[in-house]
């Protein structure tokens, strides 16, 4: 549901922007193969995308300070633009800790501009940053960040409340029309050029699968059997503890309870390891360190157990109490890669169907073993943070359910129109004048949030549309 919407998904992210590695890019010929896992390199390498990194972070506004660490990605600017957000105290203890285990813990970069960038104000700390809406627009969703100067061009136009159901195609397997249904519900045409879908990952296939026609009887783009096939989600899990305010300094306790929420912390210290229960060196990932969500709601019903029984009454008061006013929550998530495998899939329902009668995305979301076992030693490290931090109840949680924010595939780009859907300029083998920009053409996904990423091939793709329309970059 949050990518259909203006802007998408970008409104409701979390923000956290880090970088794919060199070795993402080509997870099969570093690491080598895994059985059960559709693991391939990509067409195009880090230094192919690495300008458009350093586009997105002028463009979109990326704030963050670069500290050299061992698996630092190489980059063609000294620094972010924008410098690091205020942080609560408590990311000084995860840096301590951090230090006290040999583990570099460094500033996280993060999508939110800590300054005034054009109209948009800088972050003010309301808090609710992942799941909400920014209501300063520092956060950089494409609504807040793109939108405004694309329609102050006067070269865009943004048709709200409709919904594409289908193209029209002529024989020489050419686009010429999208099929939509209108703010009124009627439907509707609009002919043009050059397409591009960025609907989402899931939606994207599905729309690609809706779309049949003569020419492409499994769906448009489809005649290779590729579309829907190794959809990507999120590897990693979570985790969190409680740091008591009595055992806390008077100072410590001020500072702690000042509402800064941002911690904006991570280590990637284990973005690549070497442990015999892998065979040797392998991929591993990113751990961000942050304080749990301002949200009130979530933390309420996280306490709404006592011994395992539902709690009411005065009990229930009494946990609420303590758990609001004598302590806080802080956690860690863990990103690895989410391994592409013939279990995680997107197809057409046979039998349900939206509001239009059109059949709905049916999802199939089988994951690899590999994701769970590197999310644990991932998980087990970070949790080795949090007890040198003095952290009380820690607990963590890594296992096969992805997280719904986070997807990608479905639609790869590669060389080869056998075992791709997207060349590398992420234009369809079979359909001369369709794009696909979302996080649809991604065949991996490093072990980092998607956002960032997306972002920068949209770019990378643009300059490539505007080449063959023959206009300046």
């Not at 000294?78 to 040999?102: C, H, I, Q, R, S």
């Not at 300094?249 to 904006?264: A, G, H, W, Y």
Request: proline share 5%.
């Amino acid at each position: 549901w949050n990518g259909s919407c203006v802007g998408g998904s970008s409104n409701f992210m979390s923000a956290y922007f880090h970088r794919m590695k060199p070795a993402d890019f080509a997870l099969l010929s570093t690491y080598g193969p895994i059985k059960g896992a559709n693991i391939v390199d990509w067409p195009i390498d880090y230094d192919d995308m690495e300008p458009y990194y350093a586009k997105v972070e002028e463009v979109i506004g990326v704030s963050g300070k670069v500290v050299p660490h061992k698996n630092l990605e190489p980059r063609s600017t000294p620094d972010f633009l924008y410098p690091p957000l205020g942080t609560n105290v408590v990311a000084d203890w995860f840096v301590k800790a951090g230090e006290n285990l040999g583990i570099t813990v460094v500033p996280a970069a993060r999508g939110i501009i800590s300054q005034p960038k054009d109209k948009r104000k800088a972050c003010y700390h309301s808090n609710y940053c992942g799941s909400f809406g920014c209501s300063s627009d520092a956060k950089g969703s494409s609504r807040a960040a793109l939108l405004p100067d694309a329609l102050a061009s006067g070269n865009c136009t943004v048709r709200a409340n409709c919904k594409v159901y289908g193209f029209e195609t002529n024989e020489s397997n050419t686009i010429t029309a999208i099929k939509f249904y209108n703010e009124e519900d009627k439907k509707d045409t609009v002919k043009a050029g050059t397409f591009v879908i960025a609907c989402q990952a899931i939606e994207t296939s599905r729309l690609l699968l809706m779309s049949k026609t003569k020419q492409f009887p499994n769906g448009l783009a489809n005649n290779g059997g590729n579309v829907g096939k190794n959809l990507l989600f999120a590897g990693g899990g979570s985790g969190s503890g409680s740091i008591r305010f009595e055992n806390l300094s008077e100072d410590d306790r001020k500072k702690f309870d000042i509402p800064l929420t941002f911690v904006n912390q991570a280590t990637q210290d284990f973005y690549e390891i070497e442990d015999e229960q892998f065979g040797g060196k392998a991929k591993g990932g990113t751990i961000d360190f942050l304080i749990e969500h301002s949200n009130p709601m979530p933390k309420a019903y996280r306490n709404r157990y006592n011994d395992g029984t539902l709690a009411y009454g005065s009990k229930l008061k009494e946990m609420l109490k303590d758990y609001f006013t004598e302590q806080k929550r802080v956690r860690f998530e863990v990103f690895c890669d989410w391994l592409p495998n013939d279990d995680c899939h997107v197809t057409l329902d046979e039998e349900v169907t939206d509001k239009w009668g059109d059949p709905v995305g049916h999802i199939k979301i089988g994951y690899h073993d590999r994701d769970v076992q590197v999310g644990n030693y991932l998980a087990l490290k970070a949790k080795t943070v949090l007890e040198e931090m003095g952290c009380e109840k820690i607990s963590m949680g890594i296992d096969g359910a992805p997280p719904t924010n986070l997807m990608a595939g479905g639609c790869r780009f590669g060389n080869d129109p056998r075992t791709s859907v997207l060349d590398k300029n992420c234009r369809a083998h079979e359909v001369k004048n369709l794009y696909v920009t979302d996080g649809s053409f991604m065949p991996t996904g490093g072990s980092v949030p998607y956002t960032f990423t997306i972002y920068a091939n949209s770019f990378r793709v643009a300059d490539k549309i505007k080449e063959q329309l023959g206009k300046p970059s």
